[in-house]
């Protein structure tokens, strides 16, 4: 294994254009997933890496419809005895490209300036994938595979895979496997490896307040009905306390503590306050007191207002009471909260603090559970030495503030964990204009995926 492991690495140096090529060819297809008018597109991508899978040399590959958009599979296997089988998950969909303007080159043309690739996926999550195939090739390409690899890469993650579960629960024999490695996910900086271990879940709702049934001139009614805006504001800031510690009942319930070792873990991590402060632009940060800034973003729950809409907003003058106002509200939810019990504690207390003066609905759009994995598996060993083979250093372990739904998708239904193995920095403005891929990070991460592979056998 040590000379197959020699060979690859050697392969992947001497082919790193290659794979930066067959990358851009990959970044050309505008593939946004909440877009209809790129249903085409996102067939086509599809198709792509259907038909790169097989150039590979994959088995059983093949493009699965569901009620959105398809799920592209395929399969390798090793006649290695007692190999364990690796489910490799990842996304082909990325985000709309507004606000076209503030992109310095076209977000659908590949553009690389000094040590950087720019394009929209580049980083979320088309380079991840592309990644760990490069890494496979030059396995493949230099003797027998370590391990059984199933390769499970959908096109909703960016609308919040709506039918991912239902594909795996249809799946469940096809898919099963002893780990998935989860490429969605990043290090803290070029120099700072690092192992996300655990992700907060997603309870999503719309508040919406009703007052007078309908827009009342203010002056003629002002003082004798309930503003609808108002009492929007009145209930959101019943939520919190002057501290940042969420008031509903029973939010805290099943959230499971912190234990010192974990927290030493987390101190070892160089974001500090002066890290978020700089990464913000805030004034001053917010938040419980009682916990250090990076253990409020990965250990803690949140419930945050994401927009409030209501009244009269153009510009000029119009004086009226509103009928109507409404917020989006999203928890960020920890091992082990479940998104319908935070459904129903915030239910709970709009009954018990919402006034007679209104009406009020609230809407549950969409949950996700949190997942965590053991620091110390087997699986999450074989990634630190990897990291360790390539850095020189022993990375950190974190949590992310993020959600990612299929980690805990896969956790329920084929009850395995997932290992989040990516090499995104934190300066890759995902989601934003001028998305970026670090290249030499890059090409650091596909060596550690080589070395990952081998790990495990």
Not at 305 to 313: E, S, V
């Given at each position: 294994?040590?000379?197959?492991?020699?060979?690859?690495?050697?392969?992947?140096?001497?082919?790193?254009?290659?794979?930066?090529?067959?990358?851009?060819?990959?970044?050309?297809?505008?593939?946004?997933?909440?877009?209809?008018?790129?249903?085409?597109?996102?067939?086509?991508?599809?198709?792509?890496?259907?038909?790169?899978?097989?150039?590979?040399?994959?088995?059983?590959?093949?493009?699965?419809?569901?009620?959105?958009?398809?799920?592209?599979?395929?399969?390798?296997?090793?006649?290695?005895?007692?190999?364990?089988?690796?489910?490799?998950?990842?996304?082909?969909?990325?985000?709309?490209?507004?606000?076209?303007?503030?992109?310095?080159?076209?977000?659908?043309?590949?553009?690389?300036r000094e040590d950087r690739l720019y394009a929209r996926g580049a980083a979320d999550m088309k380079g991840q994938i592309i990644g760990v195939l490069a890494a496979v090739e030059a396995l493949l390409r230099t003797g027998d595979l370590p391990v059984n690899l199933k390769f499970m890469f959908e096109g909703e993650e960016e609308i919040g895979s709506p039918h991912l579960a239902g594909f795996i629960a249809r799946h469940?024999?096809?898919?099963?496997?002893?780990?998935?490695?989860?490429?969605?996910?990043?290090?803290?900086?070029?120099?700072?490896?690092?192992?996300?271990?655990?992700?907060?879940?997603?309870?999503?709702?719309?508040?919406?307040?009703?007052?007078?049934?309908?827009?009342?001139?203010?002056?003629?009614?002002?003082?004798?009905?309930?503003?609808?805006?108002?009492a929007l504001a009145e209930l959101i800031a019943t939520m919190h306390d002057a501290e940042g510690h969420i008031t509903v009942d029973g939010f805290y319930d099943q959230v499971r503590p912190l234990d010192e070792e974990e927290r030493a873990a987390l101190r070892r991590l160089p974001m500090d306050e002066a890290f978020y402060l700089e990464h913000t632009g805030a004034p001053a940060l917010w938040g419980e007191p009682?916990?250090?800034?990076?253990?409020?973003?990965?250990?803690?729950?949140?419930?945050?207002?994401?927009?409030?809409?209501?009244?009269?907003?153009?510009?000029?003058?119009?004086?009226?009471?509103?009928?109507?106002?409404?917020?989006?509200?999203?928890?960020?939810?920890?091992?082990?909260?479940?998104?319908?019990?935070?459904?129903?504690?915030?239910?709970?207390?709009?009954?018990?603090?919402?006034?007679?003066?209104?009406?009020?609905?609230?809407?549950?759009?969409?949950?996700?559970?949190?997942?965590?994995?053991?620091?110390?598996?087997?699986?999450?060993?074989?990634?630190?030495?990897?990291?360790?083979?390539?850095?020189?250093?022993?990375?950190?372990?974190?949590?992310?503030?993020?959600?990612?739904?299929?980690?805990?998708?896969?956790?329920?239904?084929?009850?395995?964990?997932?290992?989040?193995?990516?090499?995104?920095?934190?300066?890759?403005?995902?989601?934003?204009?001028?998305?970026?891929?670090?290249?030499?990070?890059?090409?650091?991460?596909?060596?550690?995926?080589?070395?990952?592979?081998?790990?495990?056998?």
């Open positions: 294994m040590a000379v197959q492991r020699e060979a690859a690495l050697t392969y992947v140096r001497s082919h790193r254009e290659a794979f930066l090529d067959t990358l851009k060819t990959f970044l050309r297809f505008p593939s946004i997933s909440t877009s209809e008018q790129h249903r085409a597109d996102m067939e086509a991508t599809a198709r792509w890496l259907a038909d790169y899978l097989r150039s590979l040399g994959m088995a059983r590959v093949n493009i699965y419809p569901t009620d959105g958009h398809p799920v592209v599979y395929g399969e390798l296997t090793t006649d290695r005895a007692g190999a364990p089988t690796v489910l490799v998950y990842g996304h082909y969909d990325v985000q709309p490209p507004d606000p076209l303007d503030l992109w310095a080159s076209p977000p659908f043309e590949p553009t690389v469940k024999e096809m898919l099963q496997c002893d780990v998935s490695l989860n490429a969605d996910a990043g290090i803290m900086g070029e120099d700072a490896p690092s192992i996300t271990y655990a992700l907060r879940g997603l309870a999503y709702f719309e508040l919406h307040v009703q007052g007078p049934a309908q827009d009342l001139h203010s002056g003629v009614y002002g003082g004798v009905v309930h503003n609808a805006a108002q009682e916990y250090t800034p990076v253990e409020r973003v990965g250990a803690r729950p949140t419930l945050e207002i994401n927009g409030i809409i209501g009244g009269f907003t153009d510009p000029g003058v119009k004086t009226v009471i509103p009928s109507h106002a409404s917020a989006k509200i999203s928890c960020r939810l920890v091992p082990d909260q479940d998104p319908e019990t935070i459904y129903q504690c915030l239910r709970r207390h709009l009954e018990t603090h919402a006034p007679p003066t209104i009406r009020w609905e609230l809407k549950y759009i969409v949950g996700a559970k949190p997942a965590i994995i053991d620091r110390k598996s087997r699986w999450v060993r074989a990634l630190s030495q990897a990291m360790e083979s390539i850095w020189g250093k022993e990375p950190f372990y974190k949590r992310e503030g993020g959600t990612v739904p299929v980690v805990a998708q896969v956790k329920d239904i084929l009850g395995v964990d997932s290992v989040m193995a990516g090499f995104i920095l934190p300066d890759a403005d995902l989601h934003a204009p001028n998305e970026n891929l670090h290249l030499p990070t890059w090409y650091r991460g596909i060596e550690t995926y080589v070395h990952y592979l081998c790990n495990l056998a």
